[in-house]
């Protein structure tokens, strides 16, 4: 598994504590800074699961 992956996923459950807490609380702004966390992590994880892909691709063509 690739690190992005694991790096996306935390950015994920990072950003998800941070837009709950901003509802909550009532504070946009943390709310609108955990949304954005949330999604930046979903394309490293993204970019992760497409590299993992790739070198899956290439070593079914090399064996």
Do not use: C, P, S
């Not at 702004?29 to 954005?36: F, P, Q, T, W, Y």
């Not at 949330?38 to 070198?55: F, I, S």
């Amino acid at each position: 598994m690739d690190k992005h992956v694991i790096e996306g996923k935390a950015k994920q459950a990072m950003g998800a504590a941070k837009q709950k807490v901003g509802e909550i609380t009532g504070n946009d702004e943390l709310r609108v800074k955990g949304a954005a966390q949330r999604a930046e992590g979903k394309v490293q994880e993204g970019v992760g699961k497409t590299k993992d892909a790739v070198r899956e691709g290439v070593r079914k063509l090399k064996h």
